[in-house]
């Protein structure tokens, strides 16, 4: 069997594992991968908890030779006692228009910490231009009497995408894996594209 075709029954696999409209999502991302090869996945089932309701979201990244494919699903709650429904959308960037792939580990009793040791909590950001968050707070002047008003004063930090898994919400696995996906990414994006799956 070709290593796509391994990647993708493996996509496949983990979805229906979520048990969250895994043919819905499924096709969903698959429709906008196309025929081009899936190199590296990773899928985030995130609920979250309103009162007496659960809203459910999954994010699903998949890494192609030129791509970085990322899927969400929502459900939506049925108006007047309808039946729900959910809300799914692609966005495909192109791995040359990624500005920058960071991973972020956390681990438990760094001192004990030995060469390939899992992480207990782990993010992945990932900023390609299309979002940007604005952090504000009141500008200030060196003189500590002064009461004039110098406005604001801010950064601008991209905010596309964030991904943060941990052992105790996710299990060792899905954080291992996004670790890896993560690790994939950021070398991928240093070359543009990618022919062959990389880490592990």
């Not at 993010?123 to 009141?138: F, K, N």
């Not at 964030?162 to 996004?178: F, K, N, P, T, Y």
Request: net charge negative.
């Amino acid at each position: 069997m070709h290593a796509s075709s391994d990647r993708r029954s493996a996509l496949s696999a983990d979805l229906a594992s979520c048990g969250y409209f895994p043919e819905l999502v499924e096709d969903t991302v698959l429709l906008a991968v196309g025929p081009e090869e899936v190199i590296d996945f990773v899928v985030h089932h995130e609920p979250t908890f309103n009162h007496d309701e659960i809203r459910r979201h999954l994010t699903v990244l998949v890494l192609t030779p030129t791509r970085l494919v990322v899927g969400h699903t929502d459900e939506q709650p049925g108006e007047a006692g309808g039946s729900a429904s959910a809300a799914t959308s692609t966005e495909s960037i192109a791995l040359h228009s990624v500005h920058t792939v960071a991973l972020t580990r956390v681990v438990n009793q760094p001192e004990r910490y030995r060469h390939g040791d899992p992480a207990y909590e782990a993010w992945l950001s990932v900023a390609w231009g299309a979002m940007h968050r604005m952090d504000l707070e009141p500008a200030g002047c060196p003189d500590p009497n002064c009461e004039a008003d110098h406005g604001y004063t801010g950064t601008m930090v991209p905010d596309d995408l964030v991904v943060r898994m941990s052992v105790a919400a996710d299990g060792i696995e899905r954080v291992g894996a996004l670790v890896s996906f993560a690790i994939t990414l950021q070398q991928a994006t240093g070359r543009g594209s990618v022919s062959t799956r990389i880490g592990g």
